[in-house]
């Protein structure tokens, strides 16, 4: 099965920018993959802050952006705030393969 | 407004058969992909089972051969069917289509 690699943890200091990437072991992320990006509080279920490599929907502040870059999948983080300290999944979406999470990316507001 | 509401959830023991229900309003469950997720207590989230609109099914490894994922387009639902369940099955299971709608998830614990 393929395996997608996140970073464990990040810190980013309130208002500044961070990325987070998403690598899939099948080779380079593309937009033929659909990559998504959830995010989850703590006791809290998943909800989907980018689908589709780059749509936002309703709920998801302007700061976060979703992108391709250098092979991988990225999420942007523009302007942290505090509310944003939560664990980010990413996934990724295959024809004739199990469709696979990433192992999540632990971010923190400090 | 797109909604999801898992129910079947229970406690059981190893070897027993449990299935999930997906309920869905604002969309039809054949108009889209819906998979099934899972959240192990402390853990990362896995994906179980997919069923593609055009009815491709794909499961992951540790599943296959015991889960099976269907749908009901008289009921608008989504349907997970587990047997011979494990410990290592214990876990908090989603329901979600594309375009990245979850429900809240519903629980299931296998211990005897």
């Known amino acids: ?110 | 407004e797109v909604q999801l509401v898992e129910s079947g959830g229970d406690l059981i023991q190893p070897g027993g058969s449990l299935r999930l229900s997906c309920a869905l309003s604002g969309v039809t469950v054949s108009g889209v992909h819906m998979t099934w997720v899972r959240q192990a207590p402390g853990k990362g989230l896995e994906c179980v089972a997919t069923l593609q609109t055009f009815s491709k099914t794909l499961y992951t490894d540790s599943v296959r051969g015991r889960f099976t994922i269907s749908r009901d387009t008289s009921k608008n639902t989504l349907y997970l069917q587990m047997n011979s369940l494990r410990v290592e099955d214990t876990a908090v299971y989603y329901c979600m289509s594309s375009g990245g709608y979850w429900g809240r998830g519903t629980p299931v614990t296998v211990s005897s």
Do not use: M, N
Request: hydrophobic share 35%.
């Open chain 1, 1 to 110: 099965q393929v395996v997608v690699t996140q970073e464990p943890s990040l810190t980013v200091s309130p208002g500044e920018t961070v990325t987070l990437t998403c690598d899939s072991s099948a080779g380079d992320v593309t937009s033929d993959q659909y990559p998504y990006w959830f995010q989850q509080r703590p006791g809290q279920a998943p909800r989907t802050l980018i689908y589709d490599t780059t749509i936002r929907h309703s709920w998801t502040p302007a700061r976060f952006s979703g992108s391709l870059l250098g092979g991988k999948a990225a999420l942007t983080l523009s302007g942290a705030q505090p509310e944003d300290e939560a664990d980010y999944y990413c996934f990724l979406v295959y024809s004739d393969a199990p469709w696979v999470f990433g192992g999540g990316t632990s971010l923190t507001v400090l």
